[in-house]
């Protein structure tokens, strides 16, 4: 009833093509919008950022870049924990060597890093394709993992091969190291996060999107009608991983303040990004939000409900909360091949036709 | 989902706290995940001599100990998500058991004051207490292990080792790689030659290691791994007919549950340790009558006397006569995190103290200081018996090279000072 086109007129192709055709979309965003930047720094604690919101966010920007990738231009990746060290070793390296400079940099030239070091491993792609380039980003992940553990240059020759996030920070409020706080962790990455999903959003409704799907849905086609599958796919990759590079810089530098490659950015950060964007919605900005916040909320809020406020042991909670999750991955799939971005359109649909469905 | 969201985790954070007037000394354990057969005894030690000193004393000082949980399962990022959630609680001091999450929190809980209790893992080079304030990790670390090991291969060898081979088997983690620089320097110093076999975690996966091993035939593996690791490495080991006599795991690589999936094949197997083994102790008693017996043990309550649970047991006591210890300075029973660090910092375990403990001949005297926070890092042998199913100790306490030690604590916390930009205290 409240919930549909009739009545918002459009007097431009601007105003018809625009992310959010109907108001109430458009109003709820804004609403979003402004909680996220308007409310929640002054109410925020430490516990809701390190815990809750900073994860959420840095892994949405890692499932955004994923999704650029994968769900936009049809190129599997098994190699995302591997361009997330990539960032995050050459943030480390970036703030160790040049002090001076202002962390946000650091971070957009670690992106950049990244983005070459994925143009590199996406060479591969010209020529196979499917499971066979899955293979070959997977030997990216076990290469670029063993890289850091091996050279000790990566991790500036500490005895146990850890690296340290020093204290940086932006406009006077430290946003790494240990004195940084709560509201500060969480604006550096909610502006990384929106900035990068604006730019993910008209990118993949641009010439260069319409390229990457035109490969994604049928390669030699789209070669037939002049799309250059060289640029198309190592454009992927370089913007794929650039997003990846900054969600690694940031999990590295704002999140975790020390990591160790094998454990930080293993294989199974990975195969976690992965099902961010399959359970959230393939080719879609959306679902990279939904994905990660299933996977990265779900759990704390299933942790926090069974051993916080039932009481139960501990282990019997994290093998419950283990369940739950996997048990409502396969539900929701079922229910929703496509995700739950699917799931939010069809709500939407049927929100429009509401109440007279026919 | 989102909007129910918030209100759900408040709910629950709040229902979380616990009573502010008791000591809080939480138990960041893991009892899920590939280091969860480790993870588990540890913490039922941990909890069962809290609950004893409750039940039986009535706390510490008349204050009752509570213990939360929290699951790590060894992993980083739940290790900051638990101790965001810790933090609210006002806790007395921490022990994460997990090398990776110390690394993690030693920045933090420097800015946050909340001492961080490590006995035989962390970072070994806070036992340089100028450095690092905040933390412990009495009585022994993990350089004071290599040490001790490679002493102990030297008595076996008649004192000379030059142009034997030792090979290091370990986690290729932040954990695995600390004792490296020590190796190299005692190699240098005896003449041994060493090599170094990584083992990416979890580590189920080592066949071509030990291939390594079987094809280069080292006079000794000193082995550095956890969790499943150990039952692999134990495993394989039988597997190309290794002397199990010349296999020296460290404290981390010697429980009951890490060598019993091998068999009779483990029989011999060494391990460093830091402590006494065994139920022969009268704490065990107490623990009978006011714990087990009680029906208040901690977890399944089928770890009781394993070596791991002796060593959790053990960590709660030092944290237990640190707490007296700072009740006593402070004069008052109610103490802070800043209280608690005071009196770490002046703890003194005596041989006669552990006797009252009911720990006769336990562990070694331990005696800190503001420039001492990790004690004299003494550690004896025990070796497997197959047959009998238990572990016997063949050493007693074996003191490690100072001479090799020293020197590398005062660089590694140097440099630690000066990335970090503090001063050195203590003057």
Same mark, same amino acid.
């Given at each position: 009833m409240i919930y549909r086109e009739a009545g918002d007129f459009k007097t431009s192709y601007r105003d018809d093509s625009?992310?959010?055709?109907i108001r109430l979309d458009r109003w709820g965003y804004y609403a979003v919008l402004a909680v996220a930047f308007g409310i929640v720094p002054f109410v925020i604690n430490d516990y809701w950022a390190n815990a809750v919101l900073v994860p959420f966010l840095i892994y949405a920007i890692a499932a955004l870049g994923l999704n650029i990738l994968t *769900? /936009?231009?049809g190129q599997v990746s098994l190699g995302t924990g591997g361009f997330m060290a990539v960032g995050a070793y050459a943030v480390y390296k970036l703030m160790t060597s040049f @002090?001076?400079?202002n962390v946000v940099i650091h971070i957009l030239l670690a992106g950049g890093i990244t983005a070459i070091v994925g143009l590199l491993f996406g060479l591969p792609s010209l020529r196979i394709k499917g499971f066979y380039l899955a293979v070959a980003t997977l030997a990216a992940q076990f290469f670029l993992v063993w890289l850091f553990n091996k050279v000790p240059w990566f991790y500036n020759y500490s005895a146990s091969g850890q690296i340290t996030a020093p204290t940086r920070t932006v406009l006077d409020h430290?946003?790494?190291?240990?004195?940084?706080?709560a509201p500060a962790k969480y604006l550096v990455c909610l502006c990384f996060a929106f900035v990068l999903a604006w730019v993910a959003r008209n990118l993949t409704r641009g010439t260069l999107g319409r390229k990457w799907m035109a490969i994604r849905d049928m390669d030699i086609a789209a070669e037939i009608i002049g799309v250059d599958p060289l640029r198309a796919k190592l454009s992927a990759f370089a913007v794929s991983s650039f997003f990846v590079g900054i969600a690694g810089a940031l999990l590295f530098a704002?999140?975790?303040?020390a990591a160790e490659v094998g454990e930080a950015f293993g294989i199974n950060k990975s195969f976690l990004v992965l099902f961010m964007i399959i359970i959230g919605g393939l080719g879609s900005i959306f679902g990279s939000f939904a994905g990660a916040a299933f996977l990265v909320l779900l759990p704390v809020l299933l942790k926090n409900l069974l051993v *916080?406020?039932?009481?139960?042991p501990t282990d019997l909670a994290a093998h419950i909360e283990l369940m739950i999750v996997g048990a409502l991955i396969v539900l929701f799939l079922i229910v929703e091949p496509h995700g739950l971005a699917r799931l939010w359109t069809l709500t939407k649909e049927k929100l429009r036709l509401w109440p007279f469905p026919h | 989902m989102k909007l129910t969201f918030p209100a759900l985790v408040a709910a629950a954070v709040m229902a979380a706290? @616990?009573?502010?007037a008791d000591l809080v000394v939480p138990n960041m354990s /893991?009892? =899920?995940?590939?280091y969860a057969a480790n993870g588990i005894p540890y913490a039922d030690g941990f909890a069962d001599y809290f609950t004893l000193l409750n039940e039986?004393?009535?706390?510490i000082g008349g204050q009752l100990i509570q213990v939360p949980e929290c699951e790590t399962a060894y992993n980083t990022e739940k290790g900051v998500e638990c101790y965001e959630a810790l933090k609210s609680q006002n806790p007395l001091v921490l022990n994460p058991l997990s090398t990776g999450i110390t690394y993690q929190l030693i920045p933090k809980i420097g800015v946050d004051g909340i001492p961080l209790y490590t006995p035989g893992y962390g970072? =070994?080079?806070?036992?340089?207490?100028?450095?690092?304030?905040?933390?412990f990790n009495a009585p022994a670390n993990y350089w004071d292990g290599a040490s001790v090991a490679v002493k102990h291969i030297l008595d076996q060898e008649g004192g000379d080792l030059s142009g034997k081979k030792i090979a290091l088997v370990y986690h290729n983690s932040a954990y695995g790689k600390e004792p490296i620089r020590t190796l190299e320097e005692l190699s240098e110093k005896h003449g041994f030659e060493l090599t170094l076999l990584p083992v990416d975690?979890?580590?189920?996966?080592?066949k071509s290691q030990w291939l390594q091993i079987r094809r280069e035939k080292p006079d000794y593996v000193i082995m550095y791994a956890w969790g499943v690791m150990n039952q692999v490495a134990l495993q394989e080991a039988v597997n190309i007919r290794f002397p199990m006599d010349k296999f020296i795991g460290i404290w981390w690589s010697g429980s009951e549950n890490d060598v019993r999936p091998a068999g009779a094949g483990a029989d011999g197997y060494k391990a460093l340790t830091f402590h006494g083994v065994g139920q022969? /102790? @009268?704490?065990y008693e107490d623990l009978k009558t006011h714990v087990y017996d009680a029906g208040k043990?901690?977890?399944?309550?089928?770890? =009781?006397?394993t070596v791991l649970y002796s060593r959790g047991a053990y960590a709660a006591l030092v944290i237990a006569e640190a707490i007296r210890k700072a009740q006593e300075l402070a004069g008052?029973?109610?103490? =802070?995190a800043a209280q608690m660090r005071d009196g770490f910092e002046a703890l003194e375990i005596t041989a006669e103290r552990m006797e009252e403990l009911g720990? @006769?001949?336990?562990g070694q005297p331990i005696s800190l200081s503001c420039e001492n926070?990790?004690?004299?890092g003494l550690a004896r042998i025990q070796q497997w018996n197959a047959s009998e199913g238990k572990w016997n100790l063949i050493t007693d306490f074996i003191e490690p090279d100072a001479e090799i030690l020293d020197p590398l604590i005062k660089a590694d916390s140097a440099a630690y000072a000066q990335e970090a930009g503090l001063t050195p205290r203590c003057n």
């Open positions: 625009q992310t959010f055709p *769900g /936009y231009a @002090p001076e400079v430290a946003v790494t190291g240990p004195a940084a706080s704002v999140y975790l303040g *916080g406020s039932l009481g139960w | 706290a @616990p009573a502010m /893991y009892r =899920t995940g590939p039986r004393d009535g706390g970072r =070994t080079s806070a036992k340089d207490g100028s450095v690092f304030e905040w933390v975690a979890p580590g189920q996966e080592q022969d /102790y @009268p704490l043990a901690a977890g399944a309550g089928d770890q =009781t006397g008052t029973s109610e103490i =802070t720990l @006769p001949d336990f926070h990790g004690g004299d």
